[in-house]
């Protein structure tokens, strides 16, 4: 019987996958999300669902093909065999359904979590495509011919092909440049500055006074002299230059070129002297749009905009992530060194180009039983690296329009005093995250990220989430439901083999009629795998609730061993005659 | 002769019947404990025996149409019971799992305290030191809970589109905004609630509980008629156990057949009843629909089991 037997069981189980896998095919071509995703998504997605569908559907397909084989193929007819115990006839079926939980494991622990997250991408990345494509037709309708440019190219990013939409991009784009305006020119803007060590700052900054530009031999001399104070001759050359441009007189008697250079020399004052970013921001930007040619301007322009970026964002970038899909209800505890509780609500968090942009951002301080004396919330805020080299982040709440100087939006207080908060030194608008970047996006409410982390990430995760206030239990339940799948693929395919065995047909013949219900069988046994898992999970949680994490995996794994131990004994048991 | 053997047999199938009941539903029961149990010290909240003890009529009464329906499958395929081999066994069998229903509902729904799911139970085991909870509409956070009073609770509705945090400094459970009443929304872990066909099953239980309940409310006729229409079903279901000479086929479309009578019942609850509101304007045939659904149902795999079936064919499934 063995070799027949095998290749009986065998082929009863790969028909049986492969027509659920077919099914769970047309089911995820004809579920919701799949017809209105992108064309280079669409494909790769109704797989990915079907390929999660079928991994997730293994365990009663498993074992709905071993009782059927059993119950149905297999049959022991000759004398001879008919001595031999049940357990010898099918040792070699024991070593195919072993080698099949080890397949199992490994679809279940590597390719699911994966092939989840797979999902959600791509689910994210068509909606996102959606929007930025109804966007742009709008900007396009309302010609605005730049920004439907920008909205077309980013639609066109993750559907290259679309003929529709690039001849679309192209017609905006041709009267975009019939109207003149392109955009914005980035000649004469230099080069960010790369950190160098003070030597070289000072070396540039005398390269620059012999070549007479005192203003950047100023602003090197400075730096060189911020980065290592004891440096004299910094100090020294910083002074020289600046007497130089203090003395600096136009060569030509011309009003505007007098006026260009009180101006320039007001806005780095403001940035170098007075170290009021935002003023010389304002000024070289106004400089900035009447002589677009001028290095300085140009220099100092990116240099004030960079610090300016570093306390606050621009509107007319947090305003366009309005209604972009990204990481929805961030809710966490933002740990911090004192006795105070501080907890951050995040709406919604999007990446793009121009950076990291979040919007209805909620912060409230309180110290255990006491009250609240800060309560915040700001419509956006833009996540930026922390400046003092430790984990985490900074939300800068303060947002600033490109061009005009008086509007601003700042965070609404409805318990603290802004101008006291900031006064004290407690609270100036930015908000240091203490979480990385990865922790924050799956810091959601109901953890929706958790079932597509793998075991590593899920386990070291257990333990770090406990200080943003979510139960390491709920990851751990999580740890658990992995390893107990494919103890329990083994566990069921061995008491499918014994409950087939039990009810097999016999010497008569099937009836004909009998066949039709075979592919519906792992439907009903579905249900007895969620009673089974159901009953084993709730044992777990309470263990787990009760005595922890370790003694809940112990538990685990000594269940597995007596049900294991009870499905073999109850095979072993069967009779052949 | 002959008939004292047959009311030993009787008398040995009811005995069995008993056992099985009193271990299926023992074993429900300690699941369902162990549930309990685990939200409560998911919820770090340490409960006492009495409470726990006091949630055990309530989980004998989720389950108890499941829990007959399992103890009568699991009966009856092993005993190889029906009613061409002992009519009188299986008339008794039939009238036992009768009398269960009929009186073991009503005292236990008597037996449930009142306010067992009140909203201050729910909301206290929402409240977990240090830890977010949600109830679907609302997060919780709490810095420590001590008979019933905390402090600093942050209650968080991220569907508000201003002021989202809702921050009391202290107080009782009574202060706190939650949900209207019990409900599974209000199920503080997540992993807890049983997922895919288990959920959907607890569901019709909860259906079918409710319906029971609301017929003992209304008459006694009516009462018994639903339990006798319940029963009645679930023995035509079983029925299907001596339906071809594939044994684990009739174990399977029996099975399925227990399966679609609790599915049926939702059908005509929650879909049907809907429709047919327009249509029928008397509520006391309304009111019978589900009756009537089950007696057809149970009508028709009568007729199937009758059409199927050749006279001189085994219980079990056995050879012709």
Redesign the interface.
């Known amino acids: 019987m063995n070799n027949i037997g095998l290749r009986r069981v065998f082929n009863t189980l790969s028909v049986l996958a492969l027509l659920y896998f077919g099914f769970f095919m047309v089911y995820s071509y004809f579920s919701p999300p799949a017809a209105r995703l992108i064309a280079p998504l669409r494909w790769s997605y109704i797989w990915t669902k079907a390929l999660i569908l079928w991994v997730e559907a293994l365990i009663p397909i498993s074992a709905s093909a071993a ?2 084989a059993y ?2 193929f297999i049959r022991v007819e000759s004398g001879a065999l008919r001595e031999e115990p049940f357990h010898a006839l099918v040792s070699s079926h024991l070593v195919l359904f072993t080698v099949l939980a080890l397949l199992f494991t490994g679809l279940y622990m590597g390719v699911l979590p994966s092939a989840r997250g797979g999902l959600e991408r791509r689910e994210f990345e068509s909606e996102r495509a959606e929007f930025f494509l109804e966007r742009a037709q709008a900007a396009h309708q309302a010609h605005d011919y730049a920004a439907a440019v920008a909205d077309f190219d980013r639609y066109l990013a993750r559907d290259p092909h679309n003929e529709a939409v690039g001849g679309q991009r192209e017609e905006a784009h041709s009267q975009l440049l019939g109207s003149g305006n392109d955009g914005g020119s980035e000649a004469g803007v230099p080069e960010p500055v790369q950190p160098l060590a003070a030597s070289e700052y000072l070396a540039r900054a005398q390269d620059f006074y012999s070549q007479e530009d005192y203003f950047s031999a100023h602003y090197y001399a400075v730096l060189a002299n911020r980065l290592d104070s004891s440096r004299q001759d910094a100090r020294r050359l910083a002074a020289r230059a600046w007497e130089k441009i203090a003395s600096l007189q136009p060569s030509r008697d011309d009003e505007e070129v007098r006026a260009l250079f009180r101006t320039k020399k007001e806005g780095y004052a403001a940035l170098v002297r007075e170290q009021d970013s935002l003023k010389a921001y304002y000024i070289f930007n106004n400089l900035a749009k009447s002589y677009p040619q001028d290095p300085d301007v140009a220099r100092y322009l990116e240099e004030s905009r960079k610090q300016v970026e570093a306390i606050s964002y621009f509107l007319d970038e947090a305003e366009a992530v309005e209604g972009v899909p990204g990481s929805g ?1 961030i ?1 966490f ?1 933002n740990v911090r060194q004192d006795n105070r ?1 501080e ?1 951050v ?1 995040i ?1 919604n968090l999007v990446e793009t180009e121009q950076g990291t942009f979040v919007t ?1 951002v ?1 912060v ?1 301080q ?7 004396d800060l ?1 915040l ?1 700001s419509v956006y805020g833009k996540i930026l690296p922390r400046q003092d080299e430790q984990e985490g982040s900074t939300i800068v709440l303060t947002g600033l329009d490109r061009n005009d100087p008086g509007r601003r939006q700042t965070p609404s207080y ?1 318990t603290g005093d802004p101008r006291r908060l900031a006064a004290s030194g407690r609270f100036e608008n930015l908000l240091p995250l203490n979480l990385s970047r990865e922790d924050l996006a799956v810091m959601r ?2 953890f929706p990220a958790a079932e597509s982390l793998g075991l590593s990430a899920l386990w070291q995760l257990r333990r770090r989430c406990e200080r943003y ?3 390491g ?2 990851l751990a ?1 999580e740890i658990l439901d992995r390893i107990l799948h494919p103890f329990s693929f083994l566990i069921l395919c061995l008491f499918s083999v014994s ?2 065995w ?10 004909r ?2 066949y039709v ?1 075979l592919p ?2 792992p ?2 046994v ?2 007895l795998t ?2 089974y898992l ?2 084993q ?3 777990l ?2 263990v ?3 005595l922890g994490f370790a003694s809940a995996l112990a538990v685990l794994l000594i269940m597995q061993g007596v049900l294991l131990f009870v499905a073999l004994t109850v095979l072993a048991g069967q009779r052949t005659d | 002769m002959l008939e004292s053997f047959a009311v030993k047999e009787i008398l040995r199938l009811l005995l069995i019947f008993v056992a099985v009941l009193i271990l299926v539903s023992t074993l429900f029961a300690a699941l369902g404990l162990l549930g309990v149990l685990g939200r409560e010290y998911a919820a770090k909240s340490v409960p006492s025996l009495s409470m726990v003890l006091a949630r055990l009529p309530a989980l004998l009464l989720d389950k108890l149409p499941l829990t007959l329906c399992t103890s009568l499958l699991l009966l009856l395929a092993r005993s190889g019971l029906h009613p061409g081999r002992s009519l009188g066994a299986f008339v008794v069998v039939t009238a036992a799992a009768f009398s269960v229903l009929t009186f073991l509902f009503p005292l236990l729904e008597a037996a449930v305290p009142e306010g067992e799911q009140s909203r201050e139970r729910i909301l206290s085991s929402l409240l977990s030191p240090g830890y977010w909870r949600s109830d679907g509409e609302r997060a919780y956070y709490v810095e420590s809970v001590e008979e019933g009073r905390f402090r600093s609770l942050l209650v968080v509705t991220p569907d508000e589109s201003r002021a989202r945090f809702r921050y009391i400094p202290a107080g009782s459970t009574a202060d706190v905004p939650g949900p209207a009443g019990p409900g599974r929304a209000a199920e503080p872990a997540a992993a807890f609630t049983p997922e895919g066909f288990a959920a959907q099953l607890d569901h019709e239980l909860d259906l079918l509980n409710r319906e029971l309940s609301r017929a003992s409310r209304a008459s006694r006729p009516r009462y018994l008629l639903f339990c006798f229409a319940v029963v009645f079903a679930f023995m035509a279901a079983i029925f299907l156990m001596r339906l071809s000479r594939w044994p684990l086929l009739n174990l399977f479309l029996s099975f399925l057949a227990l399966r679609c009578i609790f599915y049926l019942f939702r059908l005509l609850r929650e879909v049907a009843a809907s429709e047919l509101e327009s249509l029928i304007s008397n509520q006391d045939v309304m009111a019978a629909l589900p009756v009537i659904g089950l007696l057809v149902f149970s009508g028709l795999l009568l007729l199937l089991h009758l059409l199927f079936l050749p006279v001189r064919r085994g219980f079990g499934g056995g050879t012709a």
Do not use: Q
């Not at chain 1, 309180?366 to 009250?371: L, N, R, W």
């Not at chain 1, 039990?502 to 013949?509: C, E, I, P, Q, Y």
């Open positions: 009782m059927i119950s149905l209800r809710l505890v509780r907890i609500y709406d209805g909620e409230i309180f110290e255990a039983g006491g009250g609240s309560h919330a409805f409410l109901g206030g979510y139960p239990a709920e339940g409950l087939g039990t009810f097999r047909v016999g010497a008569s013949r099937p009836p009629l009998g219900f519906f069988f439907l009903g579905a249900l969620a009673l159901g009953a999970k709730t044992i949680d309470f787990l609730g009760t």
